[in-house]
Each structure stands twice: as structure tokens, then as C-alpha cells.
Antibody, heavy 120, light 107 residues
């Protein structure tokens, strides 16, 4: 059974760096074809794809955020870490991590999401 | 970026109705189109992948069709648990993008 869960701060100040951890079980990020990505959703708005990391450490970024976003994996801990620098109130959103279907690029299992508010 | 446009943005329907939601891509995405259902306060749930493949465990009243730029999600015999927001999502080219959503409400 695949499960994912996001953790991190619920409130960050403008200009600070956000660090979110996705802890997962039921699969390994060392298995060929596996990927874990991040998607966010501002309150009342649509979903926005941010970034994905694959089993072979390949990373794909949303160009609109590439200068601010980084993603890393710790295979031994079954974790993926998202970092986003220079946070702004417009970055207030629920952040989801998700498992990508093997050898596909769409998420098939999602975490419950974590709401991050950016405010001074 | 590939823009995904859903229509309508919202619709009202009754239990038992047949509902159709359309998604149009700004360029051809072949069949790399997926559909998600999102209940309020919950994470999205995968319904359809690769335009017309039903995800395991999803009721057969959900179906998808289309290729290229025009896609459709159909819900036949609408059930109370189907009132939610639906999103299309292209995975043809990065950045992968979502439609703006279609809210299905109770008439």
C-alpha cells in the first residue's frame, strides 16, 4: 500500500526559505521508473505542478519556479525534500507530494497535503 | 507552456444524470491527458489516465475519450459522491499543467 505524507512549517515569513519533507512507504525511490513530485494549490484555486525527482536522480522543474525550487531524495529514509526560497504571500497554498505511476509522468497516489501560509 | 482549458467551469446536475466535461489543450498532447476528482479539503484522486484508461478501483461510470487537443470526461448515472471538482492534467510536456477545474454541483 502506497502512502505519502507531507510535513513542515505551516507558517513562514516573506523572504524565508520553505522546507517540506515528503515521507512515504509502500515503494522505493531506488526502483526503476519511480518518481515523486510536488504540486501546490492556492486556496480556492487550481493545481500547479512544481517539480519531480526520479529514481535515477533526474529532476524536472516548472521553469516559472526553477530559480527558487530544489528537490532532493534520501532513498534510505524514504523521503523527498522540497525547498523553495524567497517565499512570498502568493506562495500560500496547500502543498502535495505525489507518487508517479511507474514509467509514467502522472501522479497516481497523493499525500494529504499541508497548508503553508506566507505572512509576516 | 501548454494551456489546458476546461468547460464548463461549473455545472449543476441531478443524481442519475449523464455529465460531460471538456478539456482543450493549446497544442497537441497526443493521449497524455489525465483526469482527477477532488473533494473539498481532500487530495485529488486519479480517475482516468492516458485519455481513456480507467484507474484501478474507479467505478465504470467514469470514462474518458479524445486525443490531440480535445478531450472529454463523462460521468454516466451521476451519484451523490460524484459531486466534486474535476481537473484535467497534461503530462505531454513540462511544465505539466492542469486545467482550471470544473465544479459539479447538485441541482
Amino acid at each position: 500500500q502506497i502512502t505519502l505524507k507531507e510535513s513542515g512549517p505551516t507558517l513562514v515569513k516573506p523572504t524565508q526559505t520553505l522546507t517540506l519533507t515528503c515521507s512515504f512507504s509502500g515503494f522505493s525511490l531506488s526502483t526503476s521508473g519511480v518518481g515523486v513530485g510536488w504540486i501546490r494549490q492556492p486556496p480556492g484555486k487550481a493545481l500547479e505542478w512544481l517539480v519531480i525527482i526520479y529514481w535515477n536522480d533526474e529532476k524536472r522543474y516548472n521553469p516559472s519556479l526553477k530559480s527558487r525550487v530544489s528537490i532532493t531524495k534520501d532513498t534510505s529514509k524514504n523521503q523527498v525534500v522540497l525547498r523553495m526560497t524567497n517565499m512570498d504571500p502568493v506562495d500560500t497554498a496547500t502543498y502535495y507530494c505525489a507518487h508517479n505511476a511507474i514509467n509514467y509522468d502522472f501522479p497516481d497516489f497523493w499525500g494529504q497535503g499541508t497548508l503553508v501560509t506566507v505572512s509576516s | 507552456d501548454i494551456q489546458m482549458t476546461q468547460s464548463p467551469s461549473a455545472l449543476s446536475a441531478s443524481v442519475g444524470d449523464r455529465v460531460t466535461i471538456t478539456c482543450r489543450a493549446s497544442e497537441s498532447i497526443t493521449s497524455d491527458l489525465n483526469w482527477y476528482q477532488q473533494q473539498p479539503g481532500k487530495a485529488p484522486k486519479l480517475l482516468i489516465y492516458s485519455a481513456n484508461s480507467l484507474q484501478s478501483g474507479v467505478p465504470s461510470r467514469f470514462s474518458g475519450s479524445g486525443s490531440g487537443t480535445d478531450f472529454t470526461l463523462t460521468i454516466s448515472n451521476l451519484q451523490p459522491e460524484d459531486f466534486a471538482t474535476y481537473y484535467c492534467h497534461q503530462t505531454y510536456g513540462t511544465p505539466y499543467t492542469f486545467g482550471q477545474g470544473t465544479k459539479v454541483e447538485i441541482k
